[in-house]
């Protein structure tokens, strides 16, 4: 019973990151493509993908996919519980960003405002992250990324700034601090390549929020052990 409703939780998330990916950035109404996911599947399955279709009907799928592993991954790490749903959540809403972020370059505030409250629920009556270490998050992710973007005008956008602190909000100073080095390597990393493979053309952009998101993950899913193994 408990791996039929993961299951079906994920499948009805991915469902949701597919719907906002398609609807949110484009300004139409969730309701007007909510089949959207199901009719790019179908064609796919069936080889008569329509043209220019291919990309989103893969991106449809690897979704879903990247849905059931996020799902799977918190309830095999945190079992049937709160923490664990809320972890859950959280995977999930940094999985749309990072999808809508690739294919439109931009991190919507509509979902970064629609995620603050309940991340202010989970901190204020779960306690996780605790208040204290959570406030301490936000101000760490937000200042850090804002010098940043300061540091550089044009190299990282403010939705990466205010995203940045929503993840410290979400994990707390200890998950903020190790989902910003993953974030920052994995970034500089991709950035590197970016320049070799294009000669280094140093006026070419690349979405960021997908490396947040990874580093992200990494905090939500396994920062509690990697601490307690870095201080060991």
Same mark, same amino acid.
């Given at each position: 019973m408990t791996a039929i409703i993961v299951i079906a939780l994920s499948l009805l998330a991915?469902?949701?990151v597919n719907v906002m990916a398609d609807a949110l950035p484009t300004?139409?109404?969730? #309701?007007?493509?909510?089949?959207q996911p199901w009719d790019a599947l179908s064609r796919l399955l069936r080889g008569k993908l329509l043209p220019g279709d291919r990309t989103h009907a893969w991106r449809t799928l690897l979704v879903w996919g990247a849905a059931l592993i996020a799902g799977w991954l918190a309830f095999r790490r945190f079992?049937?519980? /709160?923490?664990?749903?809320v972890v859950a959540v959280y995977a999930?809403?940094?999985l749309a960003v990072a999808v809508i972020d690739l294919e439109h370059r931009r991190v919507l505030? @509509?979902?970064?405002? /629609?995620?603050?409250p309940f991340a202010l629920a989970a901190s204020l009556l779960l306690h996780n992250p605790p208040p204290l270490s959570a406030a301490a998050g936000t101000a760490l992710g937000f200042g850090v990324f804002l010098l940043l973007a300061l540091a @550089?005008?044009?190299? +990282?956008g403010m939705g990466d700034v205010k995203l940045a602190g929503l993840i410290g909000l979400m994990t707390g100073l200890d998950g903020v601090i190790l989902a910003m080095t993953v974030g920052i390597l994995a970034g500089g990393l991709a950035a590197l390549a970016l320049l #070799?493979?294009? @000669?280094?053309?140093?006026? #070419?952009? +690349? /979405?960021? /929020?997908?490396?947040?998101?990874?580093?992200?993950?990494? #905090?939500?899913?396994f920062g509690a052990d990697l601490w307690r193994a870095y201080l060991a």
């Open positions: 991915g469902w949701t300004a139409q109404s969730p #309701a007007s493509c909510w089949r079992g049937m519980s /709160a923490e664990a749903l999930w809403f940094f505030n @509509r979902m970064l405002l /629609a995620a603050l @550089r005008p044009g190299g +990282m #070799a493979s294009r @000669r280094f053309d140093r006026k #070419a952009t +690349m /979405a960021y /929020a997908p490396y947040l998101a990874l580093g992200a993950w990494v #905090a939500l899913y």
